[in-house]
């Protein structure tokens, strides 16, 4: 049993001592550990080109075209039964390194598109799926801010899992924690989370979510998009839509219960997004033949030209 620990602070700083303080927790649990500082990798920003979308549901496997240290990553966390990343919180949320990680990981790990894929490639006799993308896995965040401006880092950090579809164990959030090596009960939560990710690594099937309960009573997300008209709101994580309401002083989150198979981390609402969005490529693919679409494109393209520094 094997855990990871990913640092996306400066290296020797807070993040780092906190999920190294869960990988000693770990540890003695009974886990082998390995910790990566993101800082020490070269991570390209994803471009949109769709090229890992094309590779998987033409049979030819699970790749991109960039060529950087992603790849190596994503080998360690797919050997890793359970992982514990910690990320500094800029701006309320998590940082722009983070935000890359979780744009290489969709659409090209979702779990969804990989069993198609699969099935498209045993029918086309082409690449086999990667086994470890389908596998299941654990993982935990922390989010480390020197404010109280913290607001959606746990809404950023579970949304790298959706993709995959792993299991969240902890998801914690720290505020005012500048000095965080030096309060007691912040290093002794990192540890538990560290516990936590290995005992839930130990059985994965029957692991479930250690966390403060969130609004959402099915992702457990406290961030919602909110109709300014009615109770109306949607669940910026697992895309639920129901209402907010205030019973006995709490806030609660209803939702009709038949409406769980569009959840967005459910395999039964990724196909649905699956679906949805062949349905639209395929009409966006027709457009592209007519001599209207290339027009206008040819209108902007011929407008004005991207200014450029000088090298």
């Known amino acids: 049993m094997k855990v990871l620990g990913i640092s996306f602070g400066t290296k020797n700083g807070n993040n780092d001592a906190m999920c190294k303080e869960a990988l000693m927790g770990a540890q003695e649990a009974g886990a082998d550990i390995e910790f990566i500082n993101m800082q020490n990798l070269h991570i390209e920003h994803c471009t949109g080109c769709i090229a890992c979308v094309m590779s998987l549901f033409s049979g030819k496997g699970n790749l991109c075209v960039l060529k950087d240290d992603f790849g190596w990553l994503l080998d ?25 990680i979780t744009d290489r990981f969709g659409p090209r790990m ?11 490639s045993a029918e086309k006799g082409g690449k086999p799926i990667d086994p470890r993308i389908l596998k299941d896995k654990v993982i935990s965040y922390m989010g480390i801010g020197g404010s109280d ?10 949304m790298q899992a959706l993709t995959p579809m792993w299991k969240i164990i902890d ?13 007691d009960e912040k290093i002794a939560r990192a540890h538990e989370i560290g516990v936590n990710i290995a005992e839930a690594a130990k059985d994965i099937e029957n ?7 969130g609004v959402c009573p099915h992702c457990h997300s406290n961030n919602f998009f909110l109709s300014k008209d009615s109770t109306h709101a949607i669940c910026c994580l697992c895309g639920l839509e129901g209402d907010i309401k205030i019973v006995d002083g709490k806030t609660v989150f209803e939702f009709p219960e038949d409406t769980l198979e569009h959840a967005h981390d459910t395999l039964s609402g990724k196909f649905i997004h699956g679906d949805d969005i062949q349905r639209n490529e395929g009409k966006l693919m027709e457009t592209k033949k007519t001599p209207e679409f290339k027009e206008r494109m040819e209108k902007y393209k011929t407008f004005i030209e991207s200014s450029v520094p000088e090298r």
């Open 76 to 100: 360690k966390m797919l050997d890793a039964d359970g992982i514990v990343i910690t990320v500094p919180i800029f701006e309320k949320g998590a940082t722009g390194l983070f935000r890359t």
């Open 110 to 120: 979702d779990r969804g598109n990989n069993i198609i894929a699969s099935k498209i």
């Open 149 to 158: 401006w913290a607001t959606r880092v746990q809404c950023d950090c579970a």
């Open 171 to 183: 998801n914690e959030y720290f505020m005012w924690s500048k000095g965080i090596v030096m309060e």
């Open 207 to 213: 692991a479930s979510y250690k966390g403060e309960a």
